[in-house]
Nanobody, 127 residues
Framework: QVQLVESGGGSVQEGGSLTLSCAAS????????MGWFRQAPGKEREAVAS??????????YYENFVKGRFTISVDKARNTMWLQMNSLKPDDSAMYYC??????????????????WGQGTQVTVSS
């Protein structure tokens, strides 16, 4: 089992920045990749960014709507993943979830590939 706890959400003005963190505990050695998803009220949960955990293969995936604005990173020694979010827009407002997968195949946008989820942290961007 892997436990995930997000933090760092909050309210910012449009154009502002936030850094989300996801602290993992438990059997983290089983985790192959991690990702950030978000869900706005009335909308489906959508992928934001994902990263492969093994150091020799830090493949990263970004959804087009965050490319150039968000940066995902991970520190395996600290079992922590971050999402640096810059140039935030009102459309970025959502509950942000951290997720972890033990699957070998990297399928970053498939919610079913992630067995472990955090409780979420709220991000609100006002115009």
């Amino acid at each position: 089992q892997v436990q995930l706890v997000e933090s760092g959400g909050g309210s910012v003005q449009e154009g502002g920045s936030l850094t989300l963190s996801c602290a993992a505990s438990g059997h983290f050695f089983n985790v192959k990749y991690m990702g950030w998803f978000r869900q706005a009220p009335g909308k489906e949960r959508e992928a934001v960014a994902s990263i492969i955990i093994p150091i020799l293969d830090r493949t990263i995936y970004y959804e087009n709507f965050v490319k150039g604005r968000f940066t995902i990173s991970v520190d395996k020694a600290r079992n922590t993943m971050w999402l640096q979010m810059n140039s935030l827009k009102p459309d970025d407002s959502a509950m942000y979830y951290c997720a972890a997968s033990a699957r070998a195949a990297f399928v970053p946008t498939d919610k079913d590939a992630y067995a472990y989820w955090g409780q979420g942290t709220q991000v609100t961007v006002s115009s």
